[in-house]
């Protein structure tokens, strides 16, 4: 295979006793031909395309410096959106995961130019007025309103200095660029020094605002440099009101604004990552737990209108703005921190499958060469994605006008699709998603090339190379909940024995390994039901991980179609017919309903037929 070069990394300075698994760097990781490179190479074009001028002018407008002639942009980072250059920070994270990943030097150098040219803005503050370290679109005056709790203006400033932060935080971490380190430093003491003067009580009246994941960015940076001071900081932004019922794991969520929260949640995995104090992991898995079982969707998404609705109600909640993308991207990265605390359980990557498979996989327009995304994913009946009122309902995104929280994540979304493959500790090393992908283990020596067509098809091969195999090491793979009783895994072509339980993990233990092995894992799919919490005559279909939607073509849904579960019935892999109201409709999966009415959940009628 092809040697990579080596990229320039800054590696973490912290450690975490508390964490059992490790992820492996963005670095030692490739997605190879799939439907998932193709969504990261629809990114990537347009991640390489954006005017970076256009993307600077909020900043430069704002810290005095010329704007350079370029055109400002629309949408959430007109010169005139309250919190606009939320965005930057998204971008700079997506050019980061590109270089590492791709070893992609454009991107590489995007990020750098990008991060160089927010350096002149902070180095103007004194010009500019501003406190030292201040780096934003918009001026240091919108937080003494923030903090007098006098902000009118609906903006939610710190939301944008965590992107921003988080942003400057992975090119340092990813590219190595210590000028990333240095303006990420200089903003962080920004807002030690601006945080520092308030009261307890001012602190925890101002976080009524949303404020992303402060808590979770300097909690970050604590890992990443070692200096608790940033600890400190982090804790300055624990959120009470939302705290204190999740750490004795009651659902308080009916009427919060969904997006407000998970971050939050992300900062308390890491702030127990830090402190060892066990209140925060409670708070992180209750939260965790609290939200897949009792507000989330068939297909993983939660939120209705933006926001967490009544304790299981999904079946009153199936309208067209459902399931806000940027909640997933969160869910799935908190959902990552807390498998590395407690490995043994399936049910994480169980969840995080579903989640990208069947939201956010589907949410990136797939005929647009740019990966434009929708911000909600419709759930009504007749549903459509790419339609709808602006970004209320299912539209697309656009290059230079619209710049929507779910666009930002999104660009991070799909340049990490290899980041929860694979993880490792000294001897073991964990196999969560079935993607195709080409793993290097330092380490170990050795290459793992994993060879699938999951979930169009229901087996994948792990085939094991390189020179360092003589020590033994486990492979532990997820046999997701899923699957039967009769998966297998196939060692070199000869069925291993090993015990294959759904919802739990096969271990391969202490094997010798010798280049060239090969691990076939075969994960039987079967049809199932998904019914709503809420009602369950109400449901969703599924065969094995992957939601079945009902292909409408044009046609309008004025109810939700009754489906005789009897009737379905397949024709080749995940295209199936059935009958709905009498007539026939085709069922696929959802994650590939574009440029048609769909339809996802159903009224049931009678029984799914064995297979
Ligand atoms: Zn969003």
């Not at 590489?108 to 350096?119: I, Q």
């Not at 060692?491 to 092995?517: L, T």
């Not at 969703?540 to 292909?551: E, F, K, N, Q, R």
Request: contains cysteine.
């Amino acid at each position: 295979m092809t040697v990579l070069p080596t990229v320039a990394q800054a590696a973490p300075a912290a450690t975490e006793a508390s964490t059992l698994v490790s992820p492996f760097n963005l670095s030692a990781v490739s997605l190879t031909d799939s439907r998932w490179m193709d969504n990261q190479k629809r990114t990537v074009n347009y991640l390489k395309w954006v005017d970076l001028e256009r993307l600077l002018y909020n900043f430069r407008a704002t810290h005095g410096l010329s704007t350079k002639g370029a055109t400002p942009n629309g949408g959430w980072d007109a010169p005139n959106f309250p919190f606009r250059t939320h965005a930057q920070g998204h971008y700079l994270t997506a050019w980061a995961h590109c270089y590492a990943s791709l070893r992609d030097t454009l991107c590489r150098d995007r990020a750098t130019y990008l991060v160089a040219e927010l350096a002149k803005c902070q180095a103007n503050n004194k010009a500019a007025g501003f406190g030292a370290g201040y780096l934003s679109g918009f001026p240091e005056s919108e937080f003494t309103a923030l903090e007098a709790r006098t902000l009118s203006n609906g903006n939610v400033p710190y939301y944008a200095v965590h992107k921003t932060m988080a942003g400057l935080l992975d090119v340092w971490r990813h590219i190595g660029d210590t000028k990333a380190r240095d303006v990420l430093l200089a903003l962080a003491g920004w807002v030690d020094t601006r945080t520092s003067r308030l009261s307890y009580g001012q602190m925890q009246a101002m976080l009524g605002t949303e404020f992303g994941g402060m808590n979770e960015v300097l909690a970050d940076l604590y890992r990443q440099t070692g200096d608790k001071r940033w600890l400190t900081v982090a804790q300055r932004f624990d959120h009470a009101a939302v705290f204190d019922p999740l750490a004795s794991n009651q659902d308080k969520l009916n009427g919060l604004h969904a997006n407000t929260q998970v971050p939050k949640w992300i900062g308390a995995a890491l702030e127990y990552k830090g402190t060892g104090t066990i209140r925060y992991w409670d708070i992180a898995r209750n939260a965790w737990n609290i939200t897949v079982a009792a507000h989330s969707y068939a297909i993983g998404g939660n939120s209705q209108a933006e926001h967490f609705r009544p304790p299981n109600a999904i079946s009153q909640y199936l309208t067209k703005d459902t399931a806000e993308a940027c909640n997933t991207y969160n869910m799935l990265k908190l959902t990552r921190e807390l498998w590395t605390l407690n490995p043994d359980s399936a049910a994480y990557f169980d969840f995080y499958e579903r989640a990208l498979i069947n939201h956010l996989l589907g949410q990136q327009n797939p005929a647009d060469s740019h990966g434009h995304v929708t911000y909600f994913t419709p759930l009504n009946s007749g549903g459509r994605r790419g339609v709808g009122p602006a970004w209320g309902g299912g539209t697309w995104s656009t290059d230079y006008d619209s710049f929507w929280c779910c666009q930002g994540t999104a660009l991070e979304t799909n340049t990490k699709l290899m980041d929860s493959i694979y993880f490792h500790d000294q001897s073991r090393l964990f196999v969560n998603l079935f993607t195709p992908s080409i793993l290097r283990w330092a380490e170990r020596g050795a290459t793992i090339t994993q060879t699938t067509a999951f979930p169009v098809g229901d087996t994948t091969t792990l085939t094991v190379s390189g020179s360092g195999t003589n020590q033994p090491w486990d492979m532990l793979i997820r046999i997701p909940s899923w699957t039967t009783s009769k998966g297998e895994i196939i060692i070199n072509g000869k069925n291993s024995g090993i015990r294959v339980v759904p919802g739990s993990y096969a271990v391969i233990s202490g094997r010798a390994w010798k280049a060239g092995d090969t691990v076939t894992v075969r994960l039987p799919m079967t049809l199932r039901t998904v019914p709503a919490n809420d009602n369950p005559g109400v449901a969703a279909v599924a065969y094995g991980p992957v939601i079945l939607s009902g292909d409408y073509g044009n046609n309008s849904l004025s109810s939700m179609p009754t489906l005789a579960l009897d009737s379905l019935h397949r024709i080749q892999g995940l295209e199936f017919t059935a009958s709905a109201d009498g007539k026939t409709v085709r069922l696929a999966p959802f994650y590939d309903a574009h440029a048609v009415n769909y339809n996802v959940y159903w009224v049931t009628r009678g029984r799914l037929p064995r297979t």
